[in-house]
């Protein structure tokens, strides 16, 4: 193995070195310009197709509305404009070489009801990745109202709840049970969210703190292709951008069952005012209150959420552009808890009803980042960012009831105490001419450092009886990557990159005495090669073929004493798929996937435990539907099937617990002079809970609906969730568990948090 991972970087390092060694003399040409829309704020992420003759580039605008082409030679160019929601825009520019040397454009885009007619799928921010497109169209058209309504937009992608709403979703992706995040990364204006070494779970990735209506964009990363990104994006990875510009908001929200929120924004700055520049700047803050009573349960969940948010954005200069951003955010909730079936099937409490009332928590999180972007006149990006995090969480859970303890019970406190978490990312990116065609490299360096203290406690009714573990957590990661995209022919992109992660890992049991033997300190390395292949055909369709290595982190606790628990198990992924449009105003994205990882989760921290899995495989298919029926009617469907196995158990004893096979959502939406309703299924499978399938995990198939209209300053909206109030498991568990009176060896069952009965909600909106 060691031997093939030095022929991988020699083979990837002279790659890569012999792209750039070859540059040719670049040509003085520059082509750039500011897209904005119609009351001239400007429109991120607009691609943007230059042609001349046989040559064709392609870019996008950047956060602050701006692009540009560098190294152009004398000629007449057609440039073309395309994003979602605004009419295609074409120009002819003539660039005269020495009498013209810079060109600046502002385009102004029309808003435009056909969204899908004219967007060309070799058009996008990140080379390949047209699932951003597709999530572009899924933020105008789906009804987001939740932190967890953002992380369904990913196709795909499905969650479960199973402590009240206060804790991190259970994530299923690709065949994963990635928990809480173990193999899901998650990025919000580039701060990680996932949390390595967690009190809970590996990657434990909190999203509550987002808040929906501030959100601009999602772009989706599945698999482990992409360079950016190293811990945790196994699966995939999900990175969260924040509007720059806002509309001034006031929204409140009322639901059955004790639901109500409340939520603002509001633009700190006029049209004409500024703080630290004359050009564009932008500064707003956003304010939610969320409460859940969810009082169809014997005992009322009670999540109380609190969040408060603030940006500024500003461009300091023609080349420079600053962002300056705080959150902070805060929740308490009582926990549903996962119940066996016998405890309903014998009447010992209903099917809302809870056998440990006291689970539930706190947990809160503030956020500083500032991002710092300098464009230069060669086409060079540079950009620096550094964020801090504090976060807490004090969890109260009880999975197992009576099977270790018989008097008190086997309730457990789990807590994360003042974790603070710094990082840095900083990356260069520059555009340039090998032999007349584009190559685009990008460097990057990215270092994270985790320090706090972990608990586990054994707790009755939340008063703490014993410790089982604490100790004090130092955790640092630090990679470096290159990626390297170049334009082989007019069709062909190749791109090409490589990472290297370093982790350093320090646990301190400051229990000391017999408890030192639980200390210790790790450090690994891991390099990380990807390749990626695009053939766009012509504008409508692109096929691809991908490879590339990733990995997740297990948990410092385990790994610094336990020398067969691997640090950094490898995730080798591949998949070949297309993107393409069959006709004028549908978009279709087919996948076919495998990937394998060395090893699954290695620490119960619920117990504490070590368990190793061991290897598995997954394959599996993707397929993606948008089509705009007419201008007023936009179907979508995102179809889901993976096989995944354990690699060292034998045949029909080697199924993966809970991992999904399939799963399925659509919508069929209406949208036409304000008003828009929507209708909407989601769908998964039944499936193995443990390794031999005695135990099965049941499927269930839901569908919501959700009406709005807006008249000028106001916008009405009405949400109905679980229209035919189906009986659902959310969250589902093979446990053994003992409850009074039962046998001291307990039963082996399925556990499970029931999913909410029918929802309804209305809302109401001024904008101002």
Same mark, same amino acid.
Request: proline share 3%.
């Given at each position: 193995?060691?031997?093939?991972d030095?022929?991988?970087?020699?083979?990837?390092?002279?790659?890569l070195?012999?792209?750039?060694?070859?540059?040719?003399?670049?040509?003085?040409?520059?082509?750039k310009?500011?897209?904005?829309?119609?009351?001239?704020?400007?429109?991120?992420?607009?691609?943007?197709?230059?042609?001349?003759?046989?040559?064709?580039?392609?870019?996008?605008?950047?956060?602050?509305?701006?692009?540009?082409?560098?190294?152009?030679?004398? =000629?007449?160019?057609?440039?073309?404009?395309?994003?979602?929601?605004?009419?295609?825009?074409?120009?002819?520019?003539?660039?005269?070489?020495?009498?013209?040397?810079?060109?600046?454009?502002?385009v102004?885009?029309?808003?435009?009801?056909?969204?899908l007619?004219?967007?060309s799928?070799?058009?996008?921010?990140?080379?390949?990745?047209?699932?951003?497109?597709?999530?572009?169209?899924?933020?105008?058209?789906?009804?987001?109202?939740?932190?967890?309504?953002?992380?369904?937009?990913?196709?795909?992608l499905?969650?479960?709840?199973?402590?009240?709403?206060?804790?991190?979703?259970?994530?299923?992706?690709?065949?994963f049970?990635?928990?809480?995040?173990?193999?899901?990364?998650?990025?919000?204006?580039?701060?990680?969210?996932?949390?390595?070494?967690?009190?809970?779970?590996?990657?434990?990735?909190?999203s509550?703190?987002?808040?929906?209506?501030?959100?601009?964009?999602?772009?989706?990363?599945?698999?482990t292709?992409?360079?950016r990104?190293?811990?945790?994006?196994?699966?995939g990875?999900?990175?969260?951008?924040?509007?720059?510009?806002?509309?001034?908001?006031?929204?409140?929200?009322?639901?059955?069952?004790?639901?109500?929120?409340?939520?603002g924004?509001?633009?700190?700055?006029?049209?004409?005012?500024?703080?630290?520049?004359?050009?564009k700047?932008?500064?707003?803050?956003?304010?939610?209150?969320?409460?859940?009573a969810?009082?169809y349960?014997?005992?009322?969940?009670?999540?109380?959420?609190?969040?408060?948010?603030g940006?500024?954005?500003?461009?300091?200069?023609?080349r420079?552009?600053?962002?300056?951003?705080?959150?902070?955010?805060?929740?308490?909730?009582?926990?549903?808890?996962?119940?066996?079936?016998?405890?309903?099937?014998?009447?010992?409490?209903?099917?809302?009803?809870?056998?440990?009332?006291?689970?539930?928590?706190?947990?809160?999180?503030?956020?500083?980042?500032?991002?710092l972007?300098?464009?230069?006149?060669?086409?060079?990006?540079?950009?620096?960012?550094?964020?801090?995090?504090y976060?807490?969480l004090n969890?109260?859970?009880?999975?197992?009831?009576?099977?270790?303890?018989?008097?008190?019970g086997?309730?457990?406190?789990?807590?994360?105490?003042?974790?603070n978490?710094?990082?840095y990312? =900083?990356?260069?990116?520059?555009?340039?001419?090998?032999?007349?065609?584009?190559?685009?490299?990008?460097?990057?360096?990215?270092?994270?450092?985790?320090?706090?203290?972990?608990?586990?406690?054994?707790?009755?009714?939340?008063l703490?009886?014993?410790?089982?573990?604490?100790?004090?957590?130092?955790?640092?990661?630090a990679?470096?990557?290159?990626?390297?995209?170049?334009?082989?022919?007019?069709?062909?992109?190749?791109?090409?990159?490589?990472?290297?992660?370093?982790?350093?890992?320090?646990?301190?049991?400051?229990?000391? =005495?017999?408890?030192?033997?639980?200390?210790?300190?790790?450090?690994?390395?891991?390099?990380?090669?990807?390749?990626?292949?695009?053939?766009?055909?012509?504008?409508?369709?692109?096929f691809?073929?991908?490879?590339?290595?990733?990995?997740?982190?297990?948990?410092?606790?385990?790994?610094?004493?336990?020398?067969?628990?691997?640090?950094?198990?490898?995730?080798?992924?591949?998949?070949?798929?297309?993107?393409?449009?069959?006709?004028?105003?549908?978009?279709?994205?087919?996948?076919?996937?495998?990937?394998?990882?060395?090893?699954?989760?290695?620490?119960?921290?619920?117990?504490?435990?070590?368990?190793?899995?061991?290897?598995?495989?997954?394959?599996?298919?993707?397929?993606?539907?948008?089509?705009?029926?007419?201008?007023?009617?936009?179907?979508?469907?995102?179809l889901?099937?993976?096989?995944?196995?354990y690699?060292?158990?034998?045949e029909?004893?080697?199924?993966?617990?809970?991992?999904?096979?399939?799963?399925?959502?659509?919508?069929?939406?209406?949208?036409?002079?304000?008003?828009?309703?929507?209708?909407?299924?989601?769908?998964?499978?039944?499936?193995?809970?443990?390794?031999?399938?005695?135990?099965?995990?049941?499927?269930?198939?839901?569908?919501?609906?959700?009406?709005?209209?807006?008249?000028?300053?106001?916008?009405?909206?009405?949400?109905?969730?679980?229209?035919?109030?189906?009986?659902?498991?959310?969250?589902?568990?093979?446990?053994?568990?003992?409850?009074?009176?039962?046998?001291?060896?307990g039963?082996?069952?399925?556990?499970f948090?029931?999913?909410?009965?029918?929802?309804v909600?209305?809302?109401?909106?001024?904008?101002?």
């Amino acid at each position: 193995m060691k031997t093939n991972d030095q022929y991988m970087i020699r083979f990837f390092s002279c790659f890569l070195l012999s792209l750039i060694s070859f540059l040719a003399t670049a040509h003085e040409g520059i082509l750039k310009g500011t897209i904005t829309d119609s009351m001239s704020i400007p429109i991120p992420y607009v691609g943007i197709l230059l042609e001349r003759n046989e040559l064709k580039k392609t870019t996008s605008s950047d956060e602050s509305g701006n692009f540009k082409f560098s190294n152009l030679e004398e =000629g007449h160019y057609l440039i073309t404009f395309t994003c979602l929601g605004y009419e295609k825009k074409t120009m002819k520019i003539d660039l005269k070489d020495d009498e013209i040397k810079k060109i600046d454009i502002v385009v102004r885009l029309k808003p435009s009801s056909q969204i899908l007619s004219e967007v060309s799928v070799t058009a996008s921010k990140d080379i390949g990745q047209t699932l951003n497109t597709i999530n572009g169209m899924d933020l105008l058209m789906r009804p987001v109202s939740t932190a967890q309504d953002l992380m369904r937009l990913v196709p795909g992608l499905f969650l479960a709840q199973h402590q009240g709403g206060g804790k991190a979703e259970q994530i299923f992706l690709r065949g994963f049970d990635a928990d809480h995040g173990t193999d899901f990364a998650v990025f919000w204006d580039g701060i990680p969210v996932n949390m390595p070494s967690h009190a809970h779970g590996q990657g434990y990735a909190d999203s509550h703190f987002m808040i929906p209506e501030t959100i601009d964009q999602l772009d989706v990363f599945k698999g482990t292709y992409t360079t950016r990104f190293g811990d945790f994006a196994t699966a995939g990875a999900a990175d969260f951008s924040t509007k720059n510009f806002v509309e001034n908001i006031f929204k409140v929200e009322y639901g059955n069952y004790g639901y109500d929120r409340v939520m603002g924004v509001l633009n700190l700055l006029g049209k004409d005012q500024h703080l630290f520049s004359n050009y564009k700047e932008s500064a707003y803050i956003s304010i939610e209150q969320a409460y859940n009573a969810a009082s169809y349960f014997v005992h009322p969940q009670d999540y109380d959420r609190s969040s408060i948010f603030g940006k500024y954005f500003g461009q300091l200069s023609q080349r420079t552009s600053l962002t300056v951003e705080g959150s902070y955010f805060n929740t308490t909730w009582n926990g549903s808890g996962q119940i066996p079936v016998r405890a309903i099937t014998e009447g010992l409490i209903t099917r809302w009803g809870q056998l440990d009332p006291s689970e539930g928590g706190q947990t809160d999180r503030t956020n500083a980042n500032v991002i710092l972007k300098t464009y230069l006149d060669n086409g060079t990006i540079l950009k620096n960012q550094v964020y801090y995090s504090y976060y807490q969480l004090n969890l109260f859970t009880d999975f197992t009831f009576f099977l270790r303890d018989s008097v008190h019970g086997d309730g457990i406190n789990q807590r994360d105490k003042g974790r603070n978490i710094a990082g840095y990312n =900083g990356s260069y990116e520059v555009n340039r001419d090998l032999n007349g065609r584009n190559l685009k490299t990008v460097i990057g360096l990215t270092t994270r450092l985790d320090a706090g203290q972990l608990s586990l406690r054994h707790q009755q009714d939340r008063l703490i009886l014993d410790t089982v573990s604490i100790g004090n957590l130092y955790e640092q990661n630090a990679g470096v990557y290159i990626d390297e995209t170049y334009h082989l022919s007019t069709k062909l992109v190749l791109n090409a990159g490589l990472r290297a992660d370093v982790f350093y890992m320090s646990y301190n049991d400051i229990r000391g =005495g017999i408890h030192d033997t639980a200390d210790g300190k790790n450090t690994q390395g891991k390099i990380s090669p990807k390749l990626n292949l695009f053939y766009n055909l012509n504008p409508n369709v692109q096929f691809f073929a991908r490879f590339g290595n990733g990995f997740h982190s297990n948990d410092a606790r385990a790994v610094v004493v336990n020398p067969n628990i691997t640090t950094l198990p490898t995730a080798t992924g591949y998949e070949i798929g297309s993107t393409f449009k069959p006709f004028r105003s549908m978009i279709i994205n087919a996948v076919l996937w495998g990937i394998h990882l060395q090893n699954e989760l290695t620490l119960d921290q619920d117990v504490p435990e070590e368990v190793i899995n061991g290897p598995t495989q997954r394959y599996g298919a993707d397929l993606s539907i948008r089509y705009q029926i007419n201008k007023m009617l936009y179907f979508d469907a995102d179809l889901n099937y993976s096989h995944g196995r354990y690699t060292n158990l034998p045949e029909g004893q080697n199924y993966i617990p809970l991992a999904p096979t399939l799963t399925s959502v659509a919508g069929l939406t209406f949208r036409r002079n304000g008003f828009s309703a929507s209708l909407r299924y989601r769908y998964i499978d039944s499936r193995p809970a443990n390794n031999d399938n005695s135990v099965v995990a049941l499927g269930y198939f839901l569908m919501d609906a959700v009406v709005k209209y807006r008249i000028k300053k106001y916008e009405l909206g009405f949400t109905v969730e679980n229209i035919f109030n189906v009986l659902w498991n959310e969250a589902q568990f093979d446990t053994l568990t003992r409850l009074p009176g039962e046998p001291v060896s307990g039963i082996d069952q399925l556990c499970f948090t029931p999913g909410a009965p029918r929802l309804v909600k209305g809302s109401i909106s001024y904008y101002f």
